[in-house]
């Protein structure tokens, strides 16, 4: 399996964000994946850089006026007075308003959706070039490969069209999928990240051409709280195309499996020509944002079960936060997943 990478994802290196009201140190931080990639190397992976591709395929997902706020709300931004070091919105719309404003706080409430998405000088191209290193994997599968490895960082999965949030601003896998529709009638994204993944739910809700399904932490208690939930199966045409399966606190790997078949079961009924993964590494029963037991043995069962599915496959990088295990569980799920090829 060729593994997609580039070195820039550390111009993205934000301080702090709010936790139950207290400031804390961002675990979306850049040792997360030099972590991840020394492991990589030293398993002997073959590591590509990113090409770039332009942004036609990121707009294809991301309408133009998100775009250009996050590459050039920064230059608002700094000649604030008294302004912190990056952007974080002190106030939202919420549920009662819809209005867009021109100015830089009011357009930071608009786009984005909590303060763990700060936005830095380099928060544009470190995101910029995630998206790009999905896109190269993706078209690398395009190509024939029967799988790829995508090691994306910021991660994508929370940040909807035009909506930043939880460490995310452009959605790699989503930006991954519509490119790999040029050349498919029907992809399915399968998201194993311990979040549900509302941001790729919010973008393909209504399509019938994109299968969602989610594996992740009860949301009524957790992280994104206000989706995730069963009842949420699509709407219009994408009714019946989007699959939520919500697990309680502490689930470990047994039910864990039994859950996984059950998506996989839904995937192998839609009959897609390519099959996406966002894996998070954060379902590991010690990642300090995690909620589920899933031990390392565990990951290696998720591999496995998921590298029996005969479609080509794009694995992309989602979340995981530092942990003693993050390395060995990354290096499970592949192992488990070429074993089953
Ligand atoms: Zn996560």
Redo the contacts with the bound molecule.
């Keep these: 399996m060729k593994v997609v990478f580039t070195p820039s994802h550390v111009d993205h290196n934000p301080e702090f964000f709010v936790l139950a009201g207290q400031f804390s140190p961002s675990p979306e931080c850049p040792d997360r994946v030099h972590r991840l990639i020394s492991a990589i190397n030293g398993a002997g992976y073959e590591v590509l850089p990113p090409k770039d591709r332009g942004l036609d395929a990121i707009g294809a997902v991301h309408p133009s006026d998100y775009l250009e706020f996050l590459q050039h709300g920064f230059t608002e931004w700094k000649i604030l007075a008294n302004r912190g070091p990056a952007i974080i919105p002190n106030t939202h719309p919420g549920r009662y308003m819809t209005r867009r404003p021109e100015t830089i706080i009011g357009k930071a409430g608009y786009y984005m959706g909590d303060t763990a998405c700060p936005i830095l000088p380099g928060t544009w191209g470190a995101a910029v070039a995630s998206a790009q290193t999905a896109l190269t994997a993706a078209n690398l599968v395009l190509n024939g490969a029967h799988e790829a490895y995508a090691l994306c960082r910021p991660p994508g999965h929370h940040a909807y069209s035009d909506q930043a949030g939880g460490f995310c601003f452009l959605n790699n896998i989503a930006i991954a999928s519509q490119e790999m529709r040029r050349r498919a009638d029907r992809v399915a994204i399968l998201d194993v990240?311990?979040?549900h993944g509302n941001g790729t739910q919010g973008i393909f809700y209504d399509r019938e051409d994109i299968l969602f399904c989610s594996l992740h932490g009860d949301p009524s208690g957790f992280y994104p709280y206000y989706a995730g939930y069963v009842d949420e199966k699509g709407a219009g045409k994408g009714l019946g195309y989007n699959l939520n399966i919500p697990l309680a606190p502490g689930t470990g790997d047994d039910a864990y499996m039994v859950a996984l078949g059950v998506a996989l079961e839904a995937i192998e009924a839609f009959k897609p020509e390519y099959l996406l993964i966002s894996l998070?590494l954060?379902a590991q029963e010690n990642d300090p944002?995690g909620i589920l037991s899933i031990t390392t043995n565990g990951f290696y069962r998720m591999g496995r079960m998921i590298g029996a599915v005969v479609q080509p496959t794009l694995i992309v990088q989602?979340?995981g936060y530092l942990c003693e295990e993050i390395e060995a569980n990354l290096l499970a799920f592949l192992g488990g997943f070429e074993e089953a090829r």
């Design positions: 990240d311990v979040h998070g954060d944002l989602e979340g």
